[in-house]
T-cell receptor, first 110, second 111 residues
Framework: DTAVSQTPKYLVTQMGNDKSIKCEQNLGHDTMYWYKQDSKKFLKIMFSYNNKELIINETVPNRFSPKSPDKAHLNLHINSLELGDSAVYFC?????????FGPGTRLTVL | GQSLEQPSEVTAVEGAIVQINCTYQTSGFYGLSWYQQHDGGAPTFLSYNALDGLEETGRFSSFLSRSDSYGYLLLQELQMKDSASYFCAVPIYNQGGKLIFGQGTELSVKP
């Protein structure tokens, strides 16, 4: 009965590789997000989708490409990974003012 | 632009009361949210204030003053499990409902 789930929970990879993170929500929400949390715990919005349509792209490098096959899923693909991409990535969904976050994916780029 | 300021860390003892302040500068203000995040965990929603005043939910209360662009989270009868990071956040509805977060306040509860 998980509300927002993400896979994988941990991702360790080499610079230059391409990786994907998957997110699913079973709350029936229309809006989904990707956030990045850096080592200082600062949480920053990356993308927002409403009913499969991209609403927000917060000046994220083109190497990051979100995809929403349906309103319950929002995936994040990252090309040519760099050291600075190491962070925890959170998926979230919302209806009105409360956002529900997934457990996070800790990405480590070596 | 949008910015939120909150203290970086607060320490208190079990059973005490602690207040975490947040001041904000935003264009188009709808309300102030608070989220709790334990180490290694996900942010979880605590409260949302759209109107001025105090909202109480159990041991936690949240206050908003729109005229002062200020809010706070009040935690009473502190327990060890309250040790976590607390984030104030502002939803931006004309931009897809995204949240702008403060930098977080790390609360340490000591025995």
């Amino acid at each position: 009965d998980t509300a927002v789930s993400q896979t994988p929970k941990y991702l360790v990879t080499q610079m230059g590789n391409d990786k994907s993170i998957k997110c699913e929500q079973n709350l029936g929400h229309d809006t989904m997000y990707w956030y990045k949390q850096d080592s200082k715990k600062f949480l920053k919005i990356m993308f927002s989708y409403n009913n499969k349509e991209l609403i927000i792209n917060e000046t994220v490098p083109n190497r990051f490409s979100p995809k929403s096959p349906d309103k319950a899923h929002l995936n994040l693909h990252i090309n040519s990974l760099e050291l600075g991409d190491s962070a925890v990535y959170f998926c979230a969904s919302s209806q009105e003012w409360e956002q529900f976050f997934g457990p996070g994916t800790r990405l480590t780029v070596l | 632009g949008q910015s939120l300021e909150q203290p970086s860390e607060v320490t208190a003892v079990e059973g005490a009361i602690v207040q975490i302040n947040c001041t904000y500068q935003t264009s188009g203000f709808y309300g102030l949210s608070w989220y709790q995040q334990h180490d290694g965990g996900a942010p979880t929603f605590l409260s949302y204030n759209a109107l001025d005043g105090l909202e109480e939910t159990g041991r936690f209360s949240s206050f908003l003053s729109r005229s002062d662009s200020y809010g706070y989270l009040l935690l009473q009868e502190l327990q060890m499990k309250d040790s976590a990071s607390y984030f104030c956040a502002v939803p931006i509805y004309n931009q897809g409902g995204k949240l702008i977060f403060g930098q977080g306040t790390e609360l340490s509860v000591k025995p």
